[in-house]
């Protein structure tokens, strides 16, 4: 906080002013609707909204990330506490407050250590797979209250309310927006008026609801909202410390995830830099305080930080005009709160998740890598078919055996030499000379022991198809490590070599490789020599029965210096 407070200008006041009004008008219905994905009263997700950006703002490092409910987690939250208590339950309500307690002390934990860098191991793909699979899990799971009761018993009252509902809300969200600007709106202000649309439908079935009186016919309302701030809830239980684990540590993980992503695209569009140590700080700072005023866990709102970087966020300020706002929501009469009808609130978290299916992802990966693909159909179906934790830990085995699968076949070229050039190709992408007692060889990976026998193989395959080949060259361009055990297999290698009247080169060595390479026998007993480049090896190695001197000998760097 103290590195914007001494870069606020006033003339950022009024953009931070109108941004907090407008996410506070749009944090009432959708705060209120998480907190019953997550199986809570409706208040507690206003509870959730106030302290959380207060934390966040002081130590998180986006200016415009709006902290609060979220679908996902709220999701998470439901699949965790769903086995150990009854949803809206005394024992639900302590739970999720130690849920939430339990992910903020990770968050915390992870940014005092500085490890933000552990996000990086969930690709794109998989990510997207897992937000698919949870935005269907969501809006199943809305279909009883939207209609009232389930296919076979519909409620026509409550039905015709969701359904009309939902409609409008499809309407504003894929028609109103150009409306708007043909009607004279700028461009910024028909966006804000299109994510506003779930609070004026929800305001208008409410009043609806009253003008003809559909709770007398049945439709569910949110019922009595408690007045008055949260108090300070320290409540734990502690026969579930064990049992919550588990969730902790999946929920930390994609708070951490979805609040990065949210907050890395807005920053780009105002070239600001983001610390994703300072990002784990403030989410965890952010889910502590919401454990201690009657939360639940709570992250970055991607919907919910575009509204506010449209209606003008400059600093996280306009964040806490919002919480303030809300709080006093919350110290005003809240009787009106209590009349909102459950099926509109319904269709707004269906037509908020269905905005979550990012299907464009899963053309572009289909059309580029399949297994990449097939890693996001994965990770959804795992998620609507044994659950949110489930497709959580299918995700990150996928993605590190993705990972791992492409890192142990590397890619390795047959290379040869562009005539009249000192350029070296691969002689299957362009029309390169060889020499037919030289096989050239580029390992396009660092060499560890997840790939040295993949490494080794190849190399047998590229003798055999070059039987009169009495030199190997290595070419170590994209080589920017070698482990113990590649050490080991490149030692049996030279050694093998050796037994069958082959030379092993080694070309374009990196300065660091080398340097560690001169700490082993290696270069000393290598069956070969290492040469600067590629041009330098297929110069230096006489043609077969040519005898001269090698026109360019190998220079092994010194310590510290680089190639």
């Not at 009024?14 to 944090?27: C, N, R, T």
């Not at 909202?225 to 949260?230: E, H, I, Q």
């Not at 209590?338 to 899963?362: F, N």
Request: hydrophobic letters at 55%; a positive charge; proline letters at 5%.
């Amino acid at each position: 906080m103290l590195e914007w407070l001494r870069r606020y200008r006033r003339a950022m006041l009024a953009g931070d002013i109108s941004a907090g009004l407008v996410v506070a008008m749009m944090m009432i219905p959708q705060g209120m609707a998480y907190a019953l994905v997550a199986g809570l009263p409706p208040v507690v997700g206003i509870y959730a909204s106030i302290l959380p950006p207060l934390l966040y703002a002081l130590f998180g490092s986006s200016m415009t990330q709006s902290v609060g409910p979220m679908a996902i987690i709220s999701l998470m939250t439901a699949a965790a506490l769903a086995p150990l208590a009854a949803p809206g339950s005394g024992l639900y309500l302590v739970l999720a407050g130690q849920l939430a307690l339990m992910s903020g002390a990770v968050l915390l934990v992870c940014g005092l250590l500085r490890i933000g860098f552990l996000a990086n191991f969930f690709s794109r793909p998989v990510m997207s797979g897992f937000t698919i699979g949870s935005a269907i899990l969501i809006a199943l799971g809305q279909v009883k209250a939207l209609l009232g009761g389930d296919l076979e018993h519909v409620h026509m009252p409550s039905a015709v309310l969701g359904v009309g509902a939902l409609a409008l809300l499809l309407f504003a969200r894929n028609t109103l927006a150009p409306l708007l600007r043909r009607i004279g709106l700028r461009a910024t202000a028909a966006d804000i008026g299109v994510r506003l649309a779930p609070m004026f439908v929800v305001l208008g079935a409410t009043v609806l609801s009253v003008a003809i009186d559909l709770q007398a016919q049945g439709v569910a309302t949110t019922g009595a909202v408690p007045a008055g701030l949260p108090g300070l809830n320290l409540a734990t239980s502690s026969a579930h410390w064990r049992a919550l684990v588990q969730p902790a540590l999946l929920i930390g993980f994609m708070t951490f995830l979805i609040s990065m992503s949210a907050a890395q695209a807005l920053a780009l569009k105002r070239q600001e830099k983001l610390n994703s140590n300072f990002e784990l700080l403030g989410l965890g700072a952010a889910n502590i305080g919401s454990a201690l005023s009657g939360g639940f866990a709570v992250t970055g709102s991607i919907s919910r930080s575009a509204v506010n970087f449209a209606a003008g966020a400059n600093t996280p300020l306009a964040s806490v005009i919002t919480a303030v706002l809300l709080a006093l929501a919350l110290v005003a009469p809240t009787g009106w709160l209590a009349l909102l009808p459950l099926p509109a609130l319904a269709a707004t978290i269906i037509v908020a998740v269905l905005g979550m299916l990012e299907l464009s992802t899963l053309k572009t990966a289909w059309r580029y890598d399949r297994g990449d693909a097939l890693a996001l159909l994965a990770t959804a179906a795992g998620v609507l078919a044994m659950g949110v934790e489930a497709g959580v830990i299918i995700g990150v085995v996928l993605s590190m055996g993705t990972l791992i699968w492409r890192a142990s076949r590397p890619h390795i070229a047959v290379l040869g030499r562009i005539a009249g050039t000192e350029h070296f190709r691969n002689i299957d992408r362009y029309p390169a000379e060889t020499r037919p007692d030289i096989l050239m060889l580029r390992i396009d990976a660092n060499l560890f022991f997840g790939n040295v026998e993949a490494v080794k193989q190849r190399v047998e395959e590229g003798l055999r198809s070059h039987p009169e080949a009495r030199h190997l060259v290595l070419v170590m361009t994209a080589v920017s490590s070698i482990d113990t055990s590649a050490l080991f297999a490149l030692a049996e290698l030279n050694q093998s070599l050796r037994q069958h009247g082959i030379g092993l080169h080694l070309a374009e060595v990196k300065g660091p490789v080398m340097d560690r390479l001169k700490t082993s026998d290696l270069p000393a007993a290598l069956n070969g020599k290492i040469f600067l480049s590629a041009a330098m090896a297929w110069d230096g190695i006489p043609c077969e029965g040519e005898i001269r001197e090698p026109v360019h000998d190998a220079v092994a760097p010194s310590a510290g210096r680089s190639l």
